[in-house]
C-alpha cells in the first residue's frame, strides 16, 4: 500500500502564491505518473496538473502558464508551484501517484487539501 500526504494549502489573496507537495510512502512499486487534481463545491473533480517519470508534463488550460508541477523521484515527492491564484482557483486540491503494480495500473489518492482564494 501506498500512503500520499499532502501540505501547503491554506487561504491566499488573489494574485498570491502557494506551493503544494504530496509525499507518497509505503510498498511503491514503479511510479508510472504523479498528478493533482481538484474539486471545487458543486463541481466534478478535474485534472490539473500531471507529470511522468520521464518528465512529460500536460496542465488543464486554466491553470497554464500559471502552476507548475514537478517531483522529486529520490523522495517520492510531487509538487504544485500555484502563482496568480484566482477566486476560481478555489478548491480541496487532491494528489494523485499512478503505480504499475503486477502488470495493472493502480491509483492512489492523498486526503486532500483545501486552497482558498480570497480576499
Known amino acids: 500500500q501506498v500512503q500520499l500526504v499532502e501540505s501547503g494549502g491554506g487561504l491566499v489573496q488573489p494574485g498570491g502564491s502557494l506551493k503544494l507537495s504530496c509525499a507518497a510512502s509505503?510498498?511503491?512499486?514503479?511510479?508510472?505518473?504523479m498528478g493533482w487534481y481538484r474539486q471545487a463545491p458543486g463541481k466534478q473533480r478535474e485534472l490539473v496538473a500531471r507529470?511522468?517519470?520521464?518528465?512529460?508534463?500536460n496542465y488543464a488550460d486554466s491553470v497554464k502558464g500559471r502552476f507548475t508541477i514537478s517531483r522529486d523521484g529520490a523522495k517520492n515527492t510531487a509538487y504544485l508551484q500555484m502563482n496568480s491564484l484566482k477566486p476560481e482557483d478555489t478548491a480541496v486540491y487532491y494528489c494523485?501517484?499512478?503505480?504499475?503494480?503486477?502488470?495493472?495500473?493502480?491509483?492512489?489518492w492523498g486526503q486532500g487539501t483545501q486552497v482558498t482564494v480570497s480576499s
Open positions: 494523485n501517484f499512478q503505480t504499475l503494480e503486477e502488470a495493472k495500473l493502480v491509483d492512489y
Open positions: 509505503g510498498s511503491i512499486f514503479i511510479i508510472i505518473a
Open positions: 507529470i511522468t517519470t520521464v518528465g512529460s508534463t
